[in-house]
């Protein structure tokens, strides 16, 4: 069974590292690359950050309802394909998605089981300071995402976990415990819990 797992975090909070650190020591995990319209950052790589396509790719994908979520955020999209989830349920691999607080809002909707995580920096000046360490935003894009983070940790309580990122090994074996102890939940056993069930059945009990 495939098990969803929708990560959000404001923009510096580290999520990124995180996950690439769980990913690094799971091959069940299988990442979701989302797409976008917006130009590559920094060191970001097609295919490893985002895939970058044109809008009218993007809008051209929408219409063939390729996405199981997107959004326009500052004028340009971005959008999870349909496509990551089947082939997670024929790799038999549990699928990992990054996605904003709007995305995990219809996703979630849409996909009920799937378990979401939030991740947060300790507070407002280490999270800025994160952002000005990775020198990849000018001024007036730091302060928007500031902003936008002031409001996107008013919707914790949506999340059905949450990661303070006070130290990034700590906080990657807490992620990787959430995604180790939802495999074994009771409502993700049941294929396997099925034919042991069965084999008890199979045979009389034995009299004493």
Do not use: C
């Not at 390729?66 to 989830?85: D, P, Q, W």
């Not at 074994?184 to 056993?189: A, Q």
């Amino acid at each position: 069974m495939t098990t969803v797992f929708i990560i959000s975090a404001p923009s510096g909070s580290g999520k990124s590292t995180l996950v690439n650190l769980v990913r690094s020591g799971d091959s069940r995990l299988l990442f979701s690359v989302s797409y976008t319209t917006r130009k590559p950052r920094g060191h970001e790589q097609p295919g490893e950050s985002y895939n970058y396509i044109s809008r009218e790719d993007f809008e051209q994908r929408i219409r063939r309802n390729e996405f199981l979520e997107y959004a326009e955020v500052f004028g340009n999209y971005y959008g999870t394909s349909r496509n990551a989830l089947q082939q997670a349920k024929a790799e038999a691999r549990d699928l990992v998605l990054d996605i904003d607080v709007q995305g995990a809002r219809q996703l979630k909707r849409s996909i009920p089981d799937a378990v979401t995580i939030f991740i947060l920096a300790p507070s407002r000046d280490i999270l800025e300071q994160r952002l000005r360490t990775r020198s990849e935003d000018s001024e007036d894009v730091i302060e928007r995402r500031l902003h936008d983070a002031a409001i996107e940790i008013r919707n914790w309580r949506e999340y059905d976990y949450v990661v303070v990122n006070h130290h990034v090994n700590e906080s990657a074996e807490t992620l990787a415990s959430i995604i180790r102890a939802e495999r074994v939940r009771r409502s993700r056993m049941e294929e396997q819990i099925r034919p042991i069930l069965a084999s008890f059945d199979q045979k009389p009990p034995m009299l004493f």
